[in-house]
């Protein structure tokens, strides 16, 4: 029992997926302090009010408290671009970069244009027979 659970903790996705629960929470938490820190202090220079937690109106008894989810909009907001401009679009240029020099892995169909693997004989889409690859 306790050897099935050490295989699976020891896997390799397992260790991955840990660190990066917990590179995204430090992560987390940095954007979070610049947003609360930085960019809303900027906000309040401009506008008067550093947190929009107190803004609200009221609708009969209840409450609508539109300021949180502002503030929560606007941290979503830029952890997503941190996020997209600070990991994503580095490793897209990173993957990019490995592509140009690697041999192509699939070639297109002349009869249905469909991508299939460079060494196929037989189209799986249209069952065609293909020139055997060189």
């Known amino acids: 029992m306790f050897k099935g659970f050490r295989d699976f903790i020891m896997r390799g ?9 917990v590179i995204g929470a430090a992560f ?18 401009i506008g008067g009010q550093p947190d929009f937690n107190s803004l609200s109106f009221k ?37 990019e970069r490995r592509a140009k020099g690697q041999d192509p892995t699939t070639k297109e169909c002349p009869h249905c244009l469909s991508e299939i693997p460079v060494g196929a004989t037989r189209c799986p889409h249209c069952t065609s027979e293909l020139a055997a690859a060189s």
């Open 28 to 45: 987390g938490a940095v954007i979070t302090s610049f947003v609360n820190d930085v960019l809303m202090q900027v906000i309040a220079a």
């Open 13 to 21: 996705n397992v260790v991955d997926l840990a660190v990066a629960v």
């Open 59 to 95: 609708i009969g008894e209840g409450v609508i408290k539109y300021g949180a989810f502002l503030n929560a909009l606007i941290t979503f907001l830029l952890i997503a671009a941190a996020v997209y401009f600070v990991v994503v679009l580095p490793m897209n240029k990173l993957a």
